[in-house]
Nanobody, 125 residues
Framework: QVQLVESGGRLVQAGGSLRLSCAAS????????MGWFRQAPGKEREFVGT????????YYVDSVKGRFTISRDNAKNTMYLQMNSLKPEDTAVYYC??????????????????WGQGTQVTVSS
């Protein structure tokens, strides 16, 4: 069992930057593949990116490549999402998720076992 808590979401202007955090507690954080997802109003939750157990590899959806960076600090049981050059279409509730898996990358919501409560990111034009 692992508990996840996101933080860092807020209102930001287009072109700005924001860093989200996902703090984990419970079982060994480094045993989990971690991912970020987002859900805009009226839309399905979508995959943003994922990071492997050590943090040495990341994978992103095309729409955020070159703008978003996922990292993790296993000593602090925390994952991060650095978001640069934000666009209004990035507005969504952002969720972190954990997958106790031996396979990476994991892009499907169904693969993830644990979820945070979400943090709202709003990008104004």
């Amino acid at each position: 069992q692992v508990q996840l808590v996101e933080s860092g979401g807020r209102l930001v202007q287009a072109g700005g930057s924001l860093r989200l955090s996902c703090a984990a507690s419970g079982r060994t954080f480094s045993s989990y593949v971690m991912g970020w997802f987002r859900q805009a109003p009226g839309k399905e939750r979508e995959f943003v990116g994922t990071i492997n157990w050590s943090g040495g590899s990341t994978y992103y959806v095309d729409s955020v490549k070159g703008r978003f960076t996922i990292s993790r600090d296993n000593a602090k049981n925390t994952m991060y999402l650095q978001m640069n050059s934000l666009k209004p279409e990035d507005t969504a509730v952002y969720y972190c998720a954990a997958d106790y898996s031996s396979t990476w990358p994991q892009r499907s919501l169904r693969e993830y076992d644990y979820w945070g409560q979400g943090t709202q990111v709003t990008v104004s034009s």
